[in-house]
């Protein structure tokens, strides 16, 4: 099979590259770092993304997108690994809380939510796992208790990656009602993180600040018209957007990055020359190869 990119993608890749050597600083080596420039930057830089098109080109037009085709995405995700993903978070808003969104939400909720991810505006966190559901996600415990025109949350949320960014919204599931089967009786709320009641918590790890956080809700009032589809949907839209929520992560991009680099330090070293050295790396561009066309399959 011929996977060989036509002079159109092979021109938007160069200019992408361009574009990339203009805008990323010398200091830049991705989110997971203790530097507190990096999210102002990535925030800034995915605004830059979005006047150009290119933040949010898997999407739909009418929601700013650019239906773009699926080798176009592959090469702009292939440039972002390759540069320490200077997207930062937006991954969750771009890959599937924005399709779930588009999927499932209210006209008035698309018109609401999804222009100010497609500007690069706005970054969300996912309020899913919990200390007594993590793979088990249908444990969950945090409730929302219907009150008048608003759900009243109660709960906790674990390993909530960028809460402390701070997100400004959160995709959150919560039970509200009591069902027979686990899986019922959840629905998905959206959150936004300014609401009293809501405190966060970052735990220390070694992916770097903003990675993973612990997330406190009491009494927090969410109207009605932030949950998002039916009431009692939440697994059904969970399991679609967790389908869609790291798919494409061009890994082997950035692998394939730091081979070069490696390349070049081993011919300034001087050992270019050693039969075993050689042997290792091409091993390691075999590997390389391999995991794109696997990808690309």
């Known amino acids: 099979m011929d996977f060989a990119f036509t002079e159109d993608e092979e021109r938007f890749r160069a200019e992408l590259r361009a574009f990339l050597a203009e805008e990323l600083p010398d200091w830049w080596r991705g989110m997971f770092v203790d530097d507190p420039r990096a999210i102002p930057f990535t925030r800034a830089f995915c605004r830059k993304l979005a006047a150009r098109g290119w933040l ?9 997108g650019q239906e773009a085709s699926v080798w176009k995405q592959a ?4 440039e972002m690994w390759a540069h320490d993903e200077p997207r930062g ?3 969750m808003n771009l890959n599937y809380i924005g399709p779930c969104i ?20 706005v970054l969300w966190t996912q309020g899913f796992s919990e200390p007594g559901a993590g793979s088990d996600l249908a444990a969950v415990a945090t409730r929302a208790e219907a009150r008048g025109d608003h759900l009243v949350v109660n709960g906790n949320k674990l390993w909530s990656s960028y809460a402390d960014a701070p997100a400004d919204w959160c995709f959150l599931l919560a039970r509200t009602g009591v069902a027979a089967r686990r899986h019922e009786g959840l629905s998905i709320l959206l959150v936004d993180m300014r609401t009293p009641g809501i405190t966060v918590r970052p735990i220390d ?3 770097g600040p903003h990675e993973l956080n612990e997330m406190f809700f009491d ?7 932030c949950l998002l589809g039916a009431e009692g949907q939440g697994w059904e839209i969970v399991t679609i957007g967790l389908t869609f929520e790291r798919i494409g992560v061009a890994r082997y ?5 730091v081979i ?4 070049e330090h081993v011919k300034a070293a001087g050992l270019a020359g050693d039969a075993d050295v050689r042997r290792k790396l091409a091993e390691l561009r075999v590997r390389h190869e391999a995991a794109r066309l696997l990808n690309y399959r």
Request: hydrophobic content about 40%.
């Open 56 to 64: 949010t080109m898997s999407w739909p037009r009418e929601w700013g």
């Open 75 to 78: 090469i702009l995700r292939e």
């Open 89 to 91: 978070p937006q991954y």
């Open 102 to 121: 588009m999927r499932f939400g209210s006209e008035a909720q698309k018109r609401r939510f999804l222009p100010p991810m497609a500007a690069g505006d």
């Open 205 to 207: 790890s070694m992916a």
């Open 219 to 225: 009494e927090v009032r969410v109207p009605r018209d």
């Open 253 to 257: 991009a950035r692998a394939g990055r």
């Open 260 to 263: 070069a680099l490696l390349v």
